[in-house]
């Protein structure tokens, strides 16, 4: 029987656009398939490409879903110095079948260890995330890490991709 690493891989059904603006972007790789596929490795397709929202989305449905992601330091720097294009950026998300901001840190994290040389308070992230949920209906994911954020991202299209997409994902 083969092992997991030797099995031949699955390509994803549709591409991940990256934002060209994207610095610090997830490679999407360490994918493994659902049981049913015998658990094979999952290769991701990218591409880069001016996106008007967003960090990531999918060819071909750019304007449909997207991902916002953000990490701690961005998300109070954002917030603190462009929260009126932050805001605007909601306000097109909130046009799209499906959008979310991934953050790459906990609840717990923004209210007990915000960044040392930010002087916005953690209540008001906190509370702009809900207000902004129910203004605009996009809400916040919290990942403790980066790692986590990337998985989330990734499955978040995959799922948008197999409900909406114009096939079913193979992952």
Known sequence: ?????????????FTVVIDGREKLH?????????ANKRNRPVVVPTQWAHLQTGDYSIAGCESRVCVERKSLDDLFGTLAG???????EHQRMAAMQRAIVVIEASWFDVLRMPPR??????????????????RYGVGWAMCED???????????????WKEYGDGEAES
Do not use: H
């Open 146 to 160: 980066r790692r986590l954020a990337e998985i989330f991202t990734f499955r978040f299209l995959e799922k948008f």
């Open 1 to 13: 029987m083969q092992d997991a690493k030797s099995k031949p891989p699955i390509t994803c059904p």
């Open 26 to 34: 997830y490679r999407f790789t360490g994918f493994r398939a659902d």
């Open 117 to 134: 040389r930010s002087k916005l308070n953690p209540k008001t992230v906190f509370r702009t995330a809900m207000s902004w949920y129910v």
């Open 82 to 88: 462009g929260r009126e294009r932050f805001e605007r």
